[in-house]
């Protein structure tokens, strides 16, 4: 019988703090392609709320967003810091399938979170990619593109410009 690999010590820059900015509460500003994948450049805008805490003694997050776009749309996010390979794993399900789906993975480099996994879209196997950028104490960035050729080429397909709500 094998020994378990030693758990990684705690350490403050090892990633684990990474999504510590979002705690809270954010109004978020929406704006999406219409159509994926599609060679599309029509964008609809819509607003959202977006509220998110810690779990499992910071190692994980989980956050809920709310808005009323197409007839009423929720969805959840969780985060789990990988403590042995130090990157994100990050979950996403939605009331429109009631499913996790499969992981992006990555982590925060130069202040630009940068996160890949695979996907499909409407049947086609896409390669995923959420970015993280301009954090600052009270707002950040959002955006998710697909590939369909093994990240040779990028379609952005939803922006999320998030502001703090006081409080």
Known sequence: MTSPSPIASPSENDGRHD???YY????VRNERL???LAGSDEWETFEATQSCR???????NLDDFVTG???GFRGMTLRLFDLQARQWRIYWASNRSGVLE???????EGGVGTFYGRDTHEGVPVLARFL????????????????TDEGASWETNWHMWMTRIAG
Do not use: E, N
């Not at 499969?102 to 925060?108: E, I, L, N, T």
């Not at 993280?132 to 590939?147: K, L, N, P, V």
């Open 19 to 21: 999504f510590d900015f």
């Open 24 to 27: 809270g509460q954010w109004k």
């Open 34 to 36: 219409k159509k994926r």
């Open 54 to 60: 810690p779990l499992l003694d910071g190692i994980g």
């Open 69 to 71: 776009w197409s007839g």
């Open 102 to 108: 499969p992981p992006v993975m990555g982590r925060f």
């Open 132 to 147: 993280w950028s301009d954090i600052a104490a009270d707002s950040a960035h959002w955006q998710q593109a697909f590939s």
